[in-house]
């Protein structure tokens, strides 16, 4: 007699199309609850072709999800200002450098996080926020401790807002906090920019609060602005699978190995390629092939 294997096969529903629409496929083995989430990710937060879009998308578009782990506040003064200048976080594909004075390149710390001897897992990312006097941290991720630093999102805690309607007032909210640049389209209304907001006297006169991100103006705005500001707090992601550019300049760390420089003979130089950057440097030219030898 005959011996039948069943075999789980997916049954089309609603979801699959709304996938279909989206270009967001259910897995072969992927439960509806899972596929869910997923869709409502894309949705809320559609894949885009520049860089940080397809690193904030890549992990659904595999059937993975990034984890929220630590959400980066800033210590405030008596009138709701940071104490400190310019802050900035930023993730590389090595590194995860926390400014004081992001312009001048002041730092607050910087940990390795591929060295074993550095910030390798995340308790020492946390413990490190958690001893400057000029950061917060809030553990979102209880499960935090010896997941693997180098998995952190790649990115920047400062955003780009590309169009954003001003209210016809003399005072406008932005979305934003925290303004580094700002550029206006009504140049009649942002003449002048004055020190006070007590300064502004006359048509074209305006005042920026930069760390509250509030517009005042003398006669009502019109149009839209641009700009660009720190969001804090600032919510670092752990990826089940993390990309970032190959040409990050932190990539050495990682994909080298340091050598004694021929020139001073006391400096290690990373022009070594170790294992990992032997990997990937493979994989990238089996795809597109110098064409060299034959």
Known sequence: MSAYTPEKFLLPNGLDEIGLRIGLYRLKYEDLSTYRKRLLAEIRDPAGADQESFIRSLNRQVGEFDVPVFEIGLVLDAFGDPIILDPHIEVTSSYINVYTDYANRLLDFSLNIVDRDGGYFLRSVYNAFAASINYTITMIDTDYQFKRSDHLRYGTSEKLVLSETLLNSC??????????????????????????????AEDGDYYIDYSQGVLFTHIPMKGFTTYTYEDFPFTLYWQPVKAYPLNDDDTGYWHLDPQVSDITGSEDEYIVLNSEGSKIINQALAIHSLEWGE
């Open 171 to 200: 005072c406008h909210n932005l979305d934003g906090m925290y303004i580094k640049d700002i550029t206006t389209q009504a140049r009649d209304v942002f003449r002048t920019e004055q020190a006070t907001q007590a300064a502004i």
